[in-house]
């Protein structure tokens, strides 16, 4: 196991025997602000809490509570002498908690081991606290922990961007040991969490075993966005019994099945003032026909609206009605205000039962 950093510069103080300060207790360990989580398995949440004890004869206000990385969040409440209870702000960086004299903190340092950046190494995070006490103005928490992870996705999660509602949409990802020569197997899908569905199929790479999730979003779902994930049976490294817990957590956005990008038109001072999106149809293979293109808003005087397939071909060509792809394009009208304007740009497809696509747009003041 990696060695701790030297001591912090509060602890440097305390074992001068000031007595004063925010002081941990109990006083006699050997490495006060360390704790050793040693070997957890990929999927546990782990926490460890240090006490202190205020001692510098007036209240103490720790300022904030600043942790080195995303795997990690710390907590602090104050036990006043009463025994009452005072939390912290869930937002760390600028909580302000008074520590009267006599009271005691409790710094809370939890770690959630699926966002650890490097599973199977040592891993040392830190968390700095920084308070208004004279004598220990910042005290700096250690802890260690070597996630243990038998299982790696690629890509980590399944992300469904713009699933189109009437068609659905699937994504794929690998699975295999995260070590090689490791006989740890996926026995199968244990439970599938959120509006989702899955299967999972395993194949031979060379010597290595691969399983192939699938996840699915089917047609139908509400728009906007969903979670879920999904959770796997697994054997032990051996091969056989119950293995380590794994999962693969899922995000999708549901959307119609034609979408415009950028989803904001951020009109331009500089130039002549004209900017484009494009219009996609979702779905493979699908086309669509624009009927209209209109201007609402605070944009209404002073744009127009053009459309045209994206790809239009040869000009002595037929232009076609329908298209996989449209370009929208946003002409001023004459001299754009100084002033700043917004609205909603609605675009009306050649469909009875398709729902008109509104984009907003924007101009800043000059």
């Known amino acids: 196991k ?211 999730l699938v996840v699915h979003a089917d047609p139908g779902l509400p728009f906007g966005p969903h979670t879920g994930k999904v959770i796997f049976t697994t054997t032990r490294s051996d091969g056989t019994g119950v293995g380590q817990h794994f999962e693969v957590n899922i995000r999708a956005q549901v959307v119609t099945d034609c979408v415009v990008e950028p989803r904001v038109f951020a009109i331009p001072r500089d130039g002549d003032g004209t900017v484009s999106g494009t219009l996609r149809a979702l779905i493979p293979g699908a086309t669509a026909a624009i009927r209209e293109v209109h201007v609402e808003g605070g944009g209404e005087a002073f744009l127009r609206a053009e459309w045209a397939p994206a790809e239009a071909g040869a000009q002595d060509e037929p232009r076609p009605t329908r298209a996989a792809r449209w370009t929208i394009t946003l002409h001023p009208i004459g001299e754009l205000p100084a002033t700043a304007f917004s609205g909603k740009l609605v675009v009306v497809l050649d469909d009875e039962q398709a729902a008109p696509i509104e984009v907003s747009y924007a101009l800043a003041p000059r």
């Open 2 to 212: 990696p060695d701790s950093p030297a001591a912090n510069e509060a602890s440097t103080l305390r074992s001068a025997g000031t007595g004063e300060g925010l002081v941990i207790v109990p006083e006699d360990q050997p490495r006060p602000y360390f704790h050793d989580f040693d070997e957890r398995l990929w999927g546990e949440q782990i926490e460890h809490v240090f006490t202190l004890e205020n001692r510098e004869g007036r209240t103490i206000v720790v300022q904030d509570l600043l942790p080195d990385c995303g795997c990690t969040r710390p907590r602090a409440a104050a036990i006043l002498s009463d025994g009452t209870r005072v939390e912290g702000a869930l937002d760390t960086r600028g909580m302000n908690l008074e520590v009267p004299a006599g009271g005691r903190l409790e710094v809370s340092i939890s770690i959630d081991t699926t966002r650890v950046e490097k599973p199977n190494q040592h891993k040392l995070a830190q968390v700095r606290m920084r308070c208004d006490s004279d004598v220990t103005p910042y005290t700096t928490f250690e802890l260690h922990v070597l996630v243990i992870r038998a299982f790696r996705s690629v890509p980590a999660e399944a992300v469904l961007r713009d699933v189109p509602q009437s068609a659905g949409k699937s994504f794929r990802l690998d699975i295999t040991t995260e070590n090689a020569g490791d006989g740890s197997r996926i026995r199968g899908i244990e439970t599938v969490e959120g509006p989702f569905t899955a299967d999972v199929t395993e194949s031979q790479v060379g010597a290595e075993s691969v399983w192939v």
